[in-house]
């Protein structure tokens, strides 16, 4: 189920004083199974353009092609594009009301209608992809929990509604590293076991280096720059020159590359790094 986003324009509170063009004429072609990363400033248009893709705003001009069709046109539902496409907001933790996890995380399955027996097997493999033992969890309320846990409930609870699209707007925000680190690698899984198509919003280069298939760089109401790690980490000016920055470990990578060791220019992350340069220096990563 490819997107395909074609001349996307969005203008808030259009002729009025306050008229705000956040989408400008963007293009994107999303593919299925990838792991897809928005990364821009805030203020560069992340928002509006995820809830543009499950029809939760409608564009000022242009057109988003899911599965061939446009789901933009007014005769197309928003309960079938919320059926394919899942969107996990920013600091969902807040959206939590059952008085069980089990209960909230049943939310939406429940309203998609569906037999007991398969609410129950979903909410059971949504709390295992999350990393929530289900007996451990099932009755605890929900506020019972840490701020990490809180959040895994809430991506629990539109990951059981089993979409082939899953839209998360900064999961890892307000975490710490080894939250975040947790969050990333089960939407990884996600991704990799359900072959579910991601669109992850962040800012943060580091996130985005560990998980991501294709990055997108938002500068400004635009998309400026779309491709693989290596192609975009190679863009270093036309990421300093919007404020973005390749990931920490490239630049020493780099560095060390300038300095004559021979470490590969393609180094996005720190395990990576370790692996490389204990090959520079000739030995095994256990010795
Ligand atoms: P990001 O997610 O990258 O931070 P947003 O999509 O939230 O960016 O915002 C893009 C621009 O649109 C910003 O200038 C923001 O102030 C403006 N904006 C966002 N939401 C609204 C709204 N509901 N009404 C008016 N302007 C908005």
Do not use: W
């Not at 543009?52 to 409608?58: A, M, P, S, V, Y």
């Amino acid at each position: 189920m490819p997107i395909k986003i074609e001349n996307l324009t969005h203008v808030y509170m259009p002729g009025t004083p306050f008229e705000k063009k956040a989408l400008d004429n963007v293009n994107m072609v999303i593919n299925d199974g990838e792991f897809n990363v928005l990364i821009g400033h805030t203020g560069s248009g992340k928002s509006t353009l995820i809830q543009h893709i499950n029809g939760l705003l409608k564009p000022t001009s242009g057109k988003i092609i899911v599965d061939d069709i446009d789901i933009t046109e007014k005769s197309v539902k928003l309960s079938d594009i919320r059926k394919k496409i899942g969107l996990v907001f920013q600091y969902p933790e807040y959206q939590l009301f059952e008085e069980t996890i089990e209960k909230d995380i049943a939310y939406g399955p429940t309203n998609l209608k569906l037999s007991n027996e398969e609410i129950h097997n979903r909410v059971k493999r949504a709390m295992n992809i999350v990393g929530l033992d289900y007996e451990t969890f099932k009755d605890k309320s929900p506020f019972e929990l840490s701020g990490g846990q809180k959040r895994r409930v809430a991506i629990a609870g539109v990951v059981a509604m089993e979409p082939k699209i899953l839209i998360l707007d900064e999961p890892t925000a307000g975490l710490d590293p080894s939250g975040r680190d947790e969050i990333l690698f089960q939407i990884k899984k996600l991704q990799k076991e359900y072959n579910m198509t991601i669109i992850l919003v962040s800012h943060s280069m580091e996130d985005v280096a560990k998980v991501a298939d294709k990055i997108f760089v938002m500068n400004k109401s635009k998309c400026i720059l779309h491709g693989s790690p290596r192609e975009i980490f190679s863009e270093v000016d036309t990421l300093e020159s919007v404020g973005l920055a390749v990931p920490q470990v490239t630049y020493l990578a780099r560095k060390l590359r300038e300095k004559g060791f021979n470490v590969s220019p393609d180094i996005f992350t720190v395990e990576q790094a370790k692996v490389e340069i204990l090959k520079v220096l000739g030995r095994a990563e256990n010795d």
